[in-house]
């Protein structure tokens, strides 16, 4: 089965500037999609940025961007120019390859960006 | 953005009563899910839906029962709802190529 974990659970960012979400997984598979999620106050679900595993060249989003390791199965996003907006928890999600796939989500970090 | 309603929004219900849940989506997605969201926990997957009247079990699936009668709907039922159920509940649902997740606006439950 497959594990999603990120080990910050809160993170505060100053306004413009950058900072860094972790996430790892553990994983068997080869093929498989990885996501970042944000989820702002008003609960809604909204995806962030999203990886397939066998590409290498990180994704980018404007100011999202991963760094994504297969083989150390890491997969951070990085928020530059961080802003009031980006308050938010952010989830990392992991999803396989073919039929009958789920998506597992890790515990979640808190981002505060203070002005 | 993704068609995906959940209904009720919000629901208050009493220990023992049954509960469901409604998701509807307008985007002929083949897969559906549903999940719930409890602090420390991120989002766990309860069931899940290839298609119509095909559906299986997640990792929190104890106490939750599905149906999918039509590719737009997915119903999820708490058959004697329990404190520990109390929790937001969230659908999501994907096409045929299945690369994402599309969900809905959730739904916050609380058993008393």
């Known amino acids: 089965a497959q594990t999603v974990t990120q080990s910050q659970p809160e993170m505060s960012v100053q306004e413009a500037e950058t900072v860094t979400l972790s996430c790892t997984y553990d994983?068997?598979?080869?093929?498989?999609?990885l996501f970042w999620y944000k989820q702002p106050p008003s609960r809604q679900m909204i995806l962030v940025i999203r990886?397939?595993?066998?590409?290498?060249q990180n994704a980018t989003e404007n100011r999202f961007s991963v760094n994504f390791q297969k083989a150390a199965k890491s997969f951070s996003l990085k928020i530059s120019d961080s802003q009031l907006g980006d308050t938010a928890m952010y989830f990392c999600?992991?999803?396989?390859?073919?039929?009958?796939?789920?998506?597992?989500f890790g515990a979640g970090t808190i981002l505060r960006v203070k002005s | 953005d993704a068609g995906i309603t959940q209904s009720p929004r919000h629901k208050v219900t009493e220990t023992g009563t049954p509960v469901t849940l409604r998701c509807h989506q307008t985007?002929?997605?083949?897969?559906m899910y549903w999940y719930r969201q409890d602090p420390g926990h991120g989002l766990r997957l309860i069931h899940y839906?290839?298609?119509?009247?095909?559906?299986d079990k997640g990792e929190v699936s104890d106490g939750y029962s599905v149906s999918r009668s039509k590719t737009e709907d997915f119903l999820l039922t708490l058959e004697s709802a329990t404190s520990s159920q109390t929790s937001v509940y969230f659908c999501?649902?994907?096409?045929?190529?299945?690369?994402?997740?599309?969900f809905g606006q959730g739904t916050r439950l609380t058993v008393v």
């Open positions: 994983t068997s598979e080869n093929n498989y999609y």
């Open positions: 999501a649902s994907g096409g045929t190529e299945n690369t994402e997740a599309f």
């Open positions: 999600a992991f999803m396989k390859h073919g039929y009958g796939n789920k998506l597992v």
């Open positions: 839906s290839y298609g119509v009247k095909d559906t």
């Open positions: 985007e002929n997605h083949r897969y």
């Open positions: 990886q397939e595993a066998y590409k290498q």
